[in-house]
């Protein structure tokens, strides 16, 4: 409630004044009583109150300017101003200031007046606090130089108009539809490059003359763009395809794909400048597409790449081969090459473009996957390549593989073990040999193992215990069999005679006999190895009178005319030690037959006992070279008949003992 201050008058006007002030006063607080009703609402029903008045300098304002009251009728007094009114009963405190710039948000505000004309009065008006948002907006930039303005039109706002400054000194303006209909401008300036500054600001028709930001979008226009490119088009899946592209960096592209009646429709794929599209579709079949500009202003000339279409390559196994098939390319543009891949290395030559086949016989193996891909080169508007999906294929063979060439029998280790050359034709990178066995060339033959490389060793074979008889044969991948190997025989050296070595006559070669022998000698006492050369002899004596061969290991080695050795066996030939005794002795002085003396070969150590009739020992010498004189105890023993131990230790630590009876003639 407004306070007045007391001046100085005449009395009477004085008098008047004060009548009137309590007048109001009361009245004021008559309304203020009322007010205690808080779903009053004065500026609809007064409630029999007066209606009071002023005037606002604008009932339009933008956010951050102030309001004013420019005057009030005559007949209020004492009045008062709410700038906010709720609507609910009568402001407690009101405001004799008459200016107000607390809005902090745009809207509607209610002002409500409570003062006095003859009675209580209230008066309301409405100001409209008026946004300054920018307005925001893009521009499409469109082949012709062209420029749209399109604005984001929840940001128009509340403005009366709108003006559009070009860059170029085209300035205009536009009214709200106009501007949702997306204003559009060309620039007669043709110069490569140039660029503008284009600047869109919302305005309020007067007496508003608040100034909203401007909003400024920076654009550079462009003339009539290349063609956009496909410039790879690669498969990647059965259900997808890669396509990379170059256009303009200035307006949009869309990608579409040509459906199954012909027509093309857009993918929603859009992009500008270069990148790389991925469109998931069936491309186990043909698959075409083309880039188009998406031209905002005029979709009647609108500028398309070429047609460029997939790949779809086709792979089936032949015998020893792989053919392969595709669709003679189908885009708009010409092939200028095909090339064949297989893996990932090129193989053929270029083809022309009617070429739809190719046949792939370069060492194709049984049972290996061999993966293709077909790679095209269209010489259109610019290079593309086209490149199809790998596809793969199992290589096959019908035909049997070749024979095995060199093989080699000999023994390791006391087993047989082979080394074969394989077959080289119809062969596959894996494989498996079959090794058959019998004991003598001419069979029967049975399966002892298999091998996935060219050795093998029979482990259940014992070299020493005979000879071995091999076949082999070579399977591949396919499951195709070669014929059987020709038949090789490990060497078996053993003795058949008391005193000679014997081996067998097999070749251990194939192709191919035993062009020598040779004979290895190993000393099992010193260790000691020499060499016998035998020529095609399978029999060797060993010297019966050498004393110190008692004991020998041998090994016969089998020579090819190629000079390829094949081992025998090793076997060990054991002489017992010779001993030599007399039965009778004259140890009469003439120097005939004075000594039992025991003679022999092939023993390191010698003990001789001779027993008397009764079995008692009565002489006994370490001393081989020394024989019984027949003295006993330094007497000459008497005739008759004595009894003899012999015990000798040879040269491989074993013990002989002989016995025998001996006559000493007087």
């Given amino acids: ?38 779903n009053n609402n004065y500026c609809v ?3 029999g109150t007066a209606e009071g008045g002023f005037t606002l300098e604008k009932d339009r304002i933008c956010l951050g300017e102030t309001v004013r009251i420019t005057a009030v009728q005559p007949n209020v007094v004492n009045a008062g101003y709410n700038y906010d009114y709720s609507g609910k009963g009568i402001p407690l ?18 002002i409500i007046q409570v003062g006095s004309a003859g009675s209580g009065s209230i008066a309301c008006k409405v100001v409209t606090v008026l946004a300054v948002d920018p307005v925001k907006f893009t521009v499409k930039l469109c082949s012709g130089r062209k420029a749209v ?25 536009k009214t709200r539809a106009e501007m949702v209909a997306q204003p559009s401008h060309t620039y007669t300036n043709s110069g490569a490059g140039s660029s503008y500054v284009v600047t869109v600001q919302g305005l309020y028709n007067a007496p508003v003359a608040c100034q909203p930001p401007k909003e400024n979008v920076s654009i550079r226009p462009v003339s009539t763009p290349s063609a956009p490119l496909i410039t790879e088009l690669t498969t990647t899946s059965d259900n997808s395809i890669s396509i990379k592209y170059q256009s303009d960096v200035s307006i949009p592209i869309q990608l579409r794909q040509k459906d199954a009646s012909g027509i093309y ?65 189908s885009g708009s543009a010409p092939v200028r090459r095909y ?26 193996e049984c049972g290996v996957q ?124 053993s003795s058949q005679s008391p005193t000679g070595l014997d081996w067998t006559t097999g070749s251990p070669f194939s192709p191919g006999n035993v062009a020598s022998y040779s004979l290895e000698v190993v000393d099992s006492v010193n260790n000691i190895s020499k060499t016998i050369i035998l020529g095609g002899n399978t029999h060797y004596e060993p010297d019966p009178n050498d004393p110190n061969l008692q004991s020998q290991q041998y090994r016969v080695v089998a020579q090819s005319a190629d000079g390829v050795v094949s081992y025998s066996n090793f076997f060990t030939l054991r002489r017992d030690p010779k001993i030599f005794a007399p039965d ?64 000798v230790i040879d040269f491989t630590d074993q013990k002989t003992v002989r016995n025998g009876a001996l006559l000493l003639v007087r």
Wanted: aromatic share 12%; proline share 4%; hydrophobic share 30%.
């Fill in 1 to 38: 409630m407004r306070i007045l201050r007391m001046w100085p008058i005449e009395i009477g006007v004085k008098a008047r004044w004060l009548s009137a002030f309590w007048t109001g006063l009361f009245l004021v607080v008559g309304l203020v009583a009322q007010a205690q009703d808080p």
């Fill in 45 to 47: 029903d007064r409630k």
């Fill in 93 to 110: 405190t009101p405001t004799n200031i008459t200016s107000y710039s607390g809005y902090t948000k745009p809207g509607s505000y209610t």
């Fill in 149 to 173: 303005v399109v604005p984001d039109e929840t940001t128009l706002g509340q403005y009366d108009k709108y003006e559009v400054y070009w860059g170029d000194g085209v300035r205009e303006q």
């Fill in 265 to 329: 429709t857009v993918t929603g794929q859009t992009g500008t400048g270069s990148g790389t599209f991925t469109v998931q579709t069936d491309a186990k079949q043909v698959q075409c597409f083309d880039l188009q500009y998406q031209d905002a202003c005029d979709n009647s000339n609108i500028i398309k790449s070429d047609q460029v279409c997939s790949l779809v390559l086709n792979a089936k196994a032949g015998n020893k081969q792989n053919d392969l098939t595709w669709q003679q390319y």
């Fill in 339 to 364: 090339q064949i891949i297989r893996g990932s290395a090129p193989i053929g030559s270029t083809f022309s473009q009617t070429t739809t086949s190719y046949t792939d016989n370069n060492k194709i």
């Fill in 370 to 493: 061999y993966c293709y891909s077909i790679e095209a080169t269209i010489t259109g508007t610019a290079q593309t390549i086209v490149r199809s999906a790998q596809t793969c294929v199992i290589g096959t063979n019908t035909e049997k593989p070749g024979n095995f060439g060199d093989i080699l029998v000999t023994v390791q280790n006391n087993h047989p073990f082979l080394i074969a050359a394989l077959p080289t034709t119809n062969t596959s990178t894996s494989y498996t040999m079959t090794i058959s066995r019998a004991s003598s060339p001419s069979g029967p033959f049975q399966v002892v193992g298999t091998a996935s490389k060219n050795t093998f060793t029979d482990e259940s074979a014992d070299a020493s215990a005979g000879s071995y008889c091999y076949q082999l044969t070579y399977q591949n991948n396919c499951g195709q069999v070669s014929a059987p190997s020709e038949t090789v025989c490990s060497v078996f050296l």
């Fill in 584 to 647: 009778a002795f004259t140890p009469n002085g003439d120097g005939v037959n004075d000594t039992f003396l025991i003679r022999g070969t092939f023993f390191d150590k010698f003990r001789l006992t001779i027993f008397s009739r009764w079995g008692e020992p009565i002489y006994t010498t370490t001393d081989r070279n020394q024989g019984w004189d027949g003295m006993v105890n330094g007497q000459p023993a008497n005739a008759g008949q004595y009894m003899y131990r012999v015990e």
